[in-house]
């Protein structure tokens, strides 16, 4: 495996944890929020379920943004002058709107409004799409990984050797291209 899908992987992988941890968080505060668990017959925010879904996934957002900042892109430095908070903030906010969209088809238009139902649309199908969303547009545009000058300028270039080039004095030869440096001058200039 090369280094750069050794990367991808663990960079995946960290995300993973630090939005589960965080995906956790706001899932029992969002439950808690919404169908109250040992609260009695009313939870604080049974009849606004999407106000109950942001106010705990922004809980989770701070989470994920430390997590994701310090650890699972910790090798990526922030392009932008805030450190891409603002650039984090938009793209969750913007993501949210996924789940946000799935618990409202479910609960408006498939009138299904118990927790199982809840947590399968925002917190299943809604989430699953988020993450795929966010993790591209993090790594995209938050967290680029930077440049390096062997990326731009390598060492050493190495040209394709064409098979039907005719071979003189064990090196293949070939035109060159308008591209290549020009050769050095002859020493010794003479005619022999």
């Not at 505060?29 to 999407?50: C, K, S, Y």
Request: charged fraction near 20%.
């Amino acid at each position: 495996m090369g280094p750069r899908r050794q990367r991808l992987l663990g960079e995946a992988g960290r995300f993973l944890a630090v939005g589960g941890l965080a995906t956790i968080v706001a899932l029992v505060l969002f439950n808690l929020l919404v169908h109250g668990f040992n609260t009695g017959d009313h939870a604080l925010l049974d009849d606004r379920p999407i106000l109950a879904y942001v106010l705990a996934n922004t809980v989770g957002m701070v989470i994920s943004y430390r997590g994701t900042r310090m650890w699972a892109f910790r090798d990526r430095p922030p392009r932008h002058a805030d450190g891409g908070r603002s650039a984090f903030v938009a793209i969750n906010v913007a993501t949210m709107t996924i789940p946000v969209l799935c618990l409202y088809v479910s609960r408006n238009l498939l009138g299904l409004d118990d927790p199982v139902s809840d947590n399968i649309a925002a917190n299943v199908i809604g989430l699953a799409l988020g993450v795929a969303a966010r993790f591209w547009l993090f790594r995209a545009l938050v967290f680029r990984r930077p440049i390096k000058l062997g990326d731009i300028y390598p060492a050493e270039r190495t040209w394709p050797v064409d098979p039907g080039a005719p071979v003189s004095g064990g090196r293949t030869t070939r035109e060159p291209s308008r591209s290549d440096p020009a050769p050095p001058p002859a020493v010794g200039g003479g005619a022999g």
